[in-house]
């Protein structure tokens, strides 16, 4: 799976792009703020319809423009498939698989597969529950696309009861029966959404270990849920649990929350609130671990979930690479660059070719983004 061609209209800082890629590795150079970025962006939010950078569609709109599209060509089991997605708004964006309009996202999921690492993932065990959260829940729904259509369906459960508990005004004594009906539908939705978190981690810490270990050598990588239901689960030992004991445990859980989320006007427990944490030889990285410990295992975790979704799709994940390199030591480059399997389409952008060995570079396109006046442009370098 490569992407061989992709169109730009009114996109961040493109005013109109048409760039094929012929080859698997490519690398994009450029200054600060000229559009390399922009442009894997616009790659994987193809692919997953999600972008960490733009909080609402209309950010990625180019400035005093009123509409974006977003083409791409790849092959896939050596045919070509289209994907295009057009920004309006105020009306919902179009989507479009081989020209035929797509009116759930969970029909245009899965047609194809990338993994984004930039330098904010770099980041990833230092940031907060929430950036844990978001990174775990775009790699399930790239396997998963229905979980995306329950994280949405919990959401908006969590707040048609949020909106209940603010009209009860911290009155514990008052009538709040209507609870139950709202902790019954977070608790059924909830509880699928935590299983599945479960058992992803369960197999990416399989692929993850490995990785991990050519780079460590004698530390092991092991994975805990933070449950705010469960309690803390290590992800090895979730075969004991299902959505219906979850939800049982969720339940109860709510049950047990009731006057202090009456009183805070808030749901206290769920998937909204859980994280994930990452211990070095049972010892907790995000606390402990050097700079070095947990970038290592930043990288395992992205190579890891190409290798998932090779193992679950038959499909080769593209692999788009936001200026990472300048953030590694040499060891880590070299570990990267080494770790992508041949197989992968990889797009790397840089500000130049000093981090990469001259080896690398001898089957390597490379392009230089120049920003102009009014757009950005592509050239061969």
């Known amino acids: 799976m490569f992407i061989k061609n992709v169109q730009l209209r009114n996109f961040r800082n493109y005013s109109d792009l048409n760039l094929d890629f012929d080859a698997d590795k490519i690398l994009l150079t450029g200054k600060n703020a000229q559009g390399k970025t922009n442009l894997l962006e616009a790659i994987g939010y193809l692919a997953s319809l999600k972008t960490i ?49 797509k009116n759930k996202t969970s029909e245009y999921l899965s047609n194809i597969f ?14 907060n ?18 979980h995306a259509d329950r994280i949405s369906k919990y959401n908006k459960i969590r707040t048609q009861k949020n909106n209940f508990l603010k ?32 058992n992803f981690l369960k197999e990416l810490l399989k692929y993850a270990r490995q990785k991990h270990s050519h780079i460590s050598l004698k530390e092991t990588l092991s994975i805990v849920y933070n449950s705010s239901i469960l309690e803390d689960v290590n992800v090895e030992d979730v075969s004991e649990w299902t959505s219906a004991k979850i939800a049982e445990k969720f339940y109860e859980r709510l049950d047990e929350k009731r006057n202090e989320e009456i009183i805070r006007a808030q749901s206290v427990v769920g998937p909204h609130r859980d ?15 050097s700079q070095g410990q947990q970038r290592t295992i930043v990288l395992a975790l992205k190579l890891a979930e190409t290798e998932l979704i090779r193992s679950k799709t038959g ?6 690479l936001d200026d990472v390199l300048a953030e590694l030591d040499d060891i880590r ?36 983004i120049i920003q102009n006046e009014n757009s950005a442009d592509i050239i061969p370098a």
């Open 129 to 146: 529950p929430e950036d844990r959260r978001t990174w775990l829940d775009e790699a399930v729904s790239s396997l998963y696309p229905a």
């Open 114 to 127: 990338s993994v984004s690492f930039s330098t904010s993932d770099l980041a990833l065990l230092r940031g």
């Open 315 to 320: 499909y080769n994940a593209i692999l788009l």
């Open 275 to 289: 994280d994930v944490s990452f211990f070095i030889d049972n010892i907790n990285s995000q606390k402990f671990a």
């Open 53 to 101: 950078k733009a909080k609402h569609d209309s950010e990625l709109i180019k400035w005093g423009e009123d509409f974006s599209k977003i083409k791409g060509v790849f092959t896939k089991n050596d045919s070509d498939t289209t994907l295009e997605i057009v920004l309006n708004p105020p009306k919902k964006k179009l989507l479009k698989v081989n020209e035929i309009k």
């Open 167 to 198: 009209s009860l005004g911290g009155n514990i004594n008052g009538e709040n029966a209507l609870l139950d009906v709202w902790n019954e539908q977070l608790a059924i939705t909830g509880s699928n959404i935590i299983l599945l978190r479960l």
């Open 333 to 368: 480059q070299t570990y990267l660059l080494n770790g992508i399997e041949e197989r992968h389409q990889t797009i790397i952008t840089s500000v130049d070719t000093l981090h990469f060995d001259k080896r690398y570079l001898e089957n390597v396109k490379i392009y230089k």
